[in-house]
C-alpha cells in the first residue's frame, strides 16, 4: 500500500536553532513530492515541488531536497513567523492523484 | 485574481440532510480537486477533476458527488450526511500541465454532521 510517513508529529525550536523535517514514501511510480505549509484554519500554501532524486529548492530559509526514498525539508536559523504545520505530498503516474503526509507541527519560540 | 474561493465556512447538518459545497477558481485552472481534513489523518482525495465535464474518484469518494459544468466552478454534494463527514473540506485547483501541478487551495469549509 501506498504510504506517505512524516516525522516528528510536532517539533519545537529556540529562534535561530536549524532543523530538518522528514518525509518518507513508500510509493512506486512517484512523478513528483511538494511540500506546503498551513497556518492554523487556513488552507495550504504551496513551498516547493521536486521531481528527481538529488534535486535541491530554497526560498528564504527553507530548503527541500530529495532521494529515492524520501525528503527533508531544512529549516536554517528558523524565525516565529516560521511556526506553522509543514505537509509533504506525492504524486504517482500522471499527477491526478495526490497523497499527503499528516503533517509536522513547527513551533518556533523567540 | 481572488484564486479558490469555498463558500460556506461553517455548515451544521443534520444525519441524513444533503448540502453542496460551492468552489470557485479565476485562475483558469483544468484540475480542480475537493479534500478532506481530519485530525491525524492529513489530506484525503475525493474527488478530481481535470477539465469541465471530466471528474474521477480519489481516495474516499463514497457519499460524495461532483461534476464540472465550467472551468471556473467544482461544486461537491453531500446526498445524505453522516456524523463520519465531519470535518474540513478544502478545494484546490493547479494548471496541471507542462510540470506546473502545484495546487492552489482555498480556504476551507468546516463542516459538522450532527
Known amino acids: 500500500e501506498d504510504q506517505v510517513t512524516q516525522s516528528p508529529e510536532a517539533l519545537r525550536l529556540q529562534e535561530g536553532e536549524s532543523s530538518s523535517l522528514n518525509c518518507s514514501y513508500t510509493v512506486s511510480g512517484l512523478r513528483g513530492l511538494f511540500w506546503y505549509r498551513q497556518d492554523p484554519g487556513k488552507g495550504p500554501e504551496f513551498l516547493f515541488t521536486l521531481y528527481s532524486a538529488g534535486e535541491e529548492k530554497e526560498k528564504e530559509r527553507l530548503k527541500a531536497t530529495l532521494t529515492k526514498k524520501e525528503s527533508f525539508l531544512h529549516i536554517t536559523a528558523p524565525k516565529p513567523e516560521d511556526s506553522a504545520t509543514y505537509l509533504c505530498?506525492?504524486?504517482?503516474?500522471?499527477?491526478?492523484?495526490?497523497?499527503f503526509g499528516s503533517g509536522t507541527k513547527l513551533n518556533v519560540k523567540p | 485574481n481572488a484564486g479558490v474561493t469555498q463558500t460556506p465556512k461553517f455548515q451544521v447538518l443534520k444525519t441524513g440532510q444533503s448540502m453542496t459545497l460551492q468552489c470557485a477558481q479565476d485562475m483558469n485552472h483544468e484540475y480542480m480537486s475537493w479534500y478532506r481534513q481530519d485530525p491525524g489523518m492529513g489530506l484525503r482525495l475525493i474527488h478530481y477533476s481535470v477539465g469541465a465535464g471530466i471528474t474521477d474518484q480519489g481516495e474516499v469518494p463514497n457519499g460524495y458527488n461532483v461534476s464540472r459544468s465550467t472551468t471556473e466552478d467544482f461544486p461537491l454534494r453531500l446526498l445524505s450526511a453522516a456524523p463520519s463527514q465531519t470535518s474540513v473540506y478544502f478545494c484546490?485547483?493547479?494548471?496541471?500541465?507542462?510540470?506546473?501541478?502545484?495546487?492552489?487551495f482555498g480556504p476551507g469549509t468546516r463542516l459538522t454532521v450532527t
Open positions: 505530498a506525492v504524486s504517482i503516474y500522471n499527477f491526478n492523484k495526490f497523497y
Open positions: 484546490a485547483s493547479s494548471l496541471g500541465t507542462g510540470l506546473s501541478y502545484e495546487q492552489y
